[in-house]
């Protein structure tokens, strides 16, 4: 028998006899149906997430047959194995707390199985950046198959799409501007088709990222989930991974480095893209041994335009930025801003792509000299309040809330924030600064998407629409609003977040790139010296993430997971 370390050949189980274990596999393996001459090909290895409690991946099935197709085609044996998958709005108490789970399910048995190349099928907001950690850490030949957005369907006069019209449907409903009938009907018409949401949330940001990163195939990124260009870019990725079998890579070192890192926070800046996907990329390039220090984010962001108008920070929808021009557009209108000589999935660099587009709907994608807004679309604020940083989405925010100093309305939990936001008899006005606490990596809510905090009813009511929030939470990629979000040290493992007491001043300032709490530092040891750090649960996965889990400026990974071996 042959020691050529591809396919069946590749990881054989340990019974102390190399022969017998290839053997006995192949013996297994025609159990199967495989014929010998299917077992004797390279192996691409397809990782799958169809879930039923995950609607994102509703045609992860057909995917998965395109890319086996693609990859027969090609001369390789296609073999899908199934992963932990990450329903953004079916996990409690978040979806955050299992994407290093996730990471890990992924580098493992990418590691463990007989494959010498994988496609990463996934979508949903933590399943893309879960799958290229794992990716990153195993270090086979790897490609990105997202499955692509929701189209916005026809209601009523207007096209509805998850989620930012979710949240803009429901904030009415709150101010009383919808009843309970209206919002129910709303409710079954916000997301009819299959795919991710339709908006640039966090999924669509990190297909973007995906791709400018080098690991997604080009222009795949925005093609809408039901599309027939979805399934041929399935069949393409497949015949693609059978292509970086036989020229032994690029792999996902040769690919994320610090400078494809660099381009993919272009992009993120330039499509006014999720704040998750700081979180999730910095994850991705710790993997790789890569930081990605906040204060390098504000000089990108300085000098990176916003220049597509998609929701929620503008009026279109995904599928119109990828039939707008797409990624090729984009690229094309940011080249000289970016590593044009970083390496891609195709075997080729980023720059062999970059070429002036056929078409462009310049009401979608603007050319640099007419930005939608002249800087980029994400700023991190450090200050006493938060001394490792915060992020504010500033594109999707009020700019006339930005230079101000308020009293503070503290929130000391989710529950509380539940119990008290709507009380008639909340001390609140429409000038304070809304802060919730409690609700950051280390705490047992796991860093949720909550600090999209709500407007108090009886301020709704009135019609305001957006005030100053802050917490160490996270915020949908879909929402929008002056939301200071991912503030570390987070107030449960004893940063100065935890330490507000209601009536304190703090003073914001995106000028200055600052939001500092104003009390004295003899009065902040003294509420310091009562602080108890919160007892971590007992056993299981829940355990180890309170054990391992980072800061949010260190992406939320697990500090075992981080760097190469």
Not at 20 to 40: C, I, K, P
Not at 179 to 204: F, P, R
Not at 229 to 249: K, L, P, S
Not at 498 to 520: A, T
């Amino acid at each position: 028998m042959s020691n050529d370390p591809k396919g069946f050949r590749r990881n054989l189980t340990n019974y102390g006899d190399r022969d017998f274990a290839l053997y006995l596999r192949r013996s297994f393996a025609q159990s199967t149906g495989l014929s010998r001459e299917l077992m004797g090909r390279p192996i691409v290895g397809i990782a799958q997430t169809a879930s039923g409690f995950n609607n994102c991946h509703r045609q992860v099935p057909e995917l998965v047959e395109a890319v086996k197709r693609g990859v027969l085609r090609a001369g390789g044996l296609p073999l899908d194995f199934p992963t932990v998958s990450l329903g953004e709005v079916f996990l409690s108490p978040t979806s955050l707390m299992f994407r290093n789970l996730m990471s890990m399910d992924t580098e493992e048995m990418i590691r463990a199985q007989p494959m010498d190349a994988v496609v990463l099928i996934g979508g949903c907001d933590k399943t893309v950046p879960a799958q290229l950690m794992g990716a990153a850490s195993a270090d086979l030949p790897a490609i990105q198959l997202v499955t692509g957005p929701m189209l916005a369907l026809p209601f009523r006069g207007e096209r509805l799409g998850a989620c930012t019209d979710c949240r803009r449907f429901w904030a009415k409903y709150r101010a009383g501007e919808v009843s309970d009938e209206g919002i129910d009907t709303i409710e079954a018409n916000l997301a009819t088709t299959a795919g991710t949401c339709a908006v640039m949330g966090t999924a669509s940001t990190m297909a973007c990222i995906a791709e400018a990163l080098g690991m997604s195939l080009p222009d795949t990124a925005g093609i809408p989930a039901v599309h027939a260009d979805r399934i041929r870019a399935a069949a393409a990725a497949g015949a693609r991974a059978v292509e970086r079998i036989a020229t032994g890579g690029p792999r996902p070192s040769e690919i994320i480095t610090e400078k494809s890192v660099e381009n993919a926070l272009r992009v993120l800046l330039a499509i006014g893209g999720s704040t998750n996907a700081i979180v999730h990329l910095t994850a991705v390039a710790g993997r790789r041994g890569i930081d990605i220090p906040l204060r390098r984010l504000n000089e990108l962001s300085d000098e990176t335009p916003v220049l597509v108008d998609l929701k929620p920070t503008g009026s279109n929808y995904m599928a119109d930025f990828h039939f707008a021009g797409g990624m090729t557009a984009l690229l094309w209108e940011l080249r000289d801003l970016l590593h044009l000589d970083c390496m891609t999935v195709t075997g080729e660099p980023l720059g062999s792509r970059v070429r002036e587009p056929a078409y462009v709907d310049r009401n979608v994608i603007r050319p640099r000299a007419e930005p939608f807004d002249p800087v980029g679309g994400l700023v991190a604020l450090f200050g006493s309040l938060a001394p490792n940083g915060a992020i504010l989405k500033r594109s999707a925010a009020d700019a006339r809330l930005f230079e101000r100093e308020a009293r503070a309305v503290v929130f000391d939990s989710l529950a509380d924030l539940a119990a008290r936001i709507d009380d008639p008899a909340l001390d609140v006005t429409a000038d304070d600064f809304l802060l919730l606490q409690n609700a950051g990596p280390t705490s047992e809510t796991g860093m949720p998407e909550a600090g999209y905090l709500p407007i108090p009813k009886k301020l709704a009511a009135t019609g305001i629409k957006d005030m100053v929030r802050i917490s160490d939470a996270r915020m949908s990629g879909t929402a929008y609003g002056t939301v200071v979000l991912h503030v570390s040290p987070d107030a449960a493992s004893g940063g100065p977040l935890g330490l507000v007491r209601n009536g304190d001043r703090i003073r914001l300032s995106v000028k200055e790139r600052r939001i500092d709490l104003l009390v004295d530092e003899a009065e902040l040891a003294r509420r310091r010296s009562g602080w108890r750090a919160p007892v971590p649960p007992k056993r299981g996965y829940r355990r180890l993430y309170a054990d391992q889990v980072l800061q949010a400026e260190h992406g939320c990974d697990f500090g075992f997971l981080r760097g190469v071996d």
